[in-house]
């Protein structure tokens, strides 16, 4: 069977770029998102063994990472705090548009939306990593996508 | 289901992505590797403070020996760091160094390497150290183990292992692995005033494998006789933290129950859950943030395990707390000052947690004495708590007392 480490090993190498680009929206730049990365990678190493197999394990690598940033900006960590993490396009300009809808959407949707779209995970994987149902997050994505088509067909009337 | 078929938000996403990739699978590891080592510390710190036998001061030829007085004198810094340790030491817990008498001790490891320790005589006969990974401790000489180890790493992952005996008997320390196999690891005798064999070992990759790691130093005399053994440790699981909230995995994290929630003055929320426990009985914790809040967590096994009056003062910085357990009998702790104010905190299923008010951290108002009742008014116990305790009150920069050599704390 395949050990833990080496599976933590498969998702930093697989998903690191999205990784990144998610939590970048949390940290405010890519560098310390890339730290936090770092961090929070090392210390599901070294816990590797203690990875119970009760989720997919890029939702619990995803979580050790969010509050790998968190500390990192000096603030708590995840569960309780999930609707106080305010993420948002690191470089806002690049699509400010999409930078303003999104803005609108409630923290916890907008998480949701940057796991999807930048880390790439399945709906059963941000299920997991935000406590959440599979139909809450198909539901969440359903309404945000929703939100920000509006959204943008508003800016673009 | 998918949004995969037609999805224009991906695209736009996709579009601002930085796809570049500067991952670094190496530096995970190191990173991992390192805070093993820094956790190891503080039990190798701790191991190191075991208490000794006095040794005799003859020394076997069997030995390498190294004259202390004719070893490299320390520099100031390192001398001020052993000072420093005297002057932070919590009272009457000063190891009792001398700092201008420390030396350099070259030791070779057992792969042809060398390391060094920093090692300072004590007033009470014993030594401190400093290793050049900058581990260390004390030791007094009284009646305790012979080897002294301290390990570095975990137990599925020991790298390190050093230390110093001080039986005089003591020829050849060695070190076994699981396969049944084991190495010598040399010691470096320092002469009196120290008189301790000291060792420092990088254990082979080969043992760091299932089933071929450490598993037990030992310690021989000069005919081969065993004079002591110390088994390598062994860490269980789950006292380690869940990474994802910084509890210890011994929770049922997920059956916890918010017992009681403060706001302090400084605007923080600080709420105390409990949860069962994996082994039995039930652990308690503050969080703040959604996190393990400073470091406080503790489990009772049942009823009676627990003193009236477990609880004490978390303080250092704002916000100071009155936290910790209470006996099943226990309905609220009466907390009395010493200008006479009483501040009553009720116990929520054998837990407290309470914020001291800042009118209650100078001297003359600060708390001395903790009272328990029960439900019915009836007093179950007092715990008396020294207001002069040093560190315990924050203080305005000013206010620090001045402990010399750059050491400061707050009265």
Known sequence: ?157 | MSDRLHDPLRDRFTAIADLRDDSDWLDVRRRARRAARRRSLLAAAAAVAVVLLLAAPALGLHRVVVSFFDSEPAPQRVQLDFARQELGAPKGMAPGAIPDQTRKVVVPTANGGRTFVWVAPTRSGGFCVRWEDPVGGCRTRAVGGQIGAGWMGRSEDLTFVYGAVLSDDAARLELRYEDGTATDVPLTWVSPPIDAGFYFLEIPPAHLEDGARASELVLYDEAGGVLATERAPVLDPLTEEDPTTGVPRIVRYDERRLLHSITTENGRTIELYEAPSRRAGTCAWLESRGTLYRAFFGCAVGSGSTPTIGAGLAGGSAPVLLTGMVSDDVARLELRFQDGDRIEVPAIEGFVVAELPRQHWAPGHRLELIVAFDASGTELGRKPWDPTTRGVYPCAKQDEVDLGLGVTTCP
């Open chain 1, 1 to 157: 069977m395949e050990s833990h480490a080496a599976r933590i090993e498969q998702v930093y190498r697989e998903r690191y770029v999205g990784f990144r680009n998610a939590l970048a929206a949390v940290t405010g730049d890519r560098d310390s998102a890339r730290d936090a990365i770092q961090e929070g990678f090392a210390r599901a190493l070294r816990s590797a063994r203690g990875f119970r197999g009760d989720g997919p394990i890029e939702a619990w690598v995803w979580k050790i990472c969010l509050r790998s940033a968190l500390e990192l900006r000096g603030r708590g960590s995840r569960h309780a705090s999930l609707d106080d993490v305010e993420a948002g396009l690191v470089e806002p300009l690049a699509d400010p548009m999409l930078a303003d809808a999104l803005r609108q959407l409630p923290a916890r949707r907008r998480l949701i939306v940057f796991l999807r779209y930048f880390a790439d995970l399945s709906y059963a994987e941000i299920a997991a990593a935000c406590d959440v149902s599979e139909g809450t997050v198909a539901a969440t994505l359903t309404q945000a996508r929703a939100s920000l088509a509006e959204q943008l067909q508003e800016v673009k009337g």
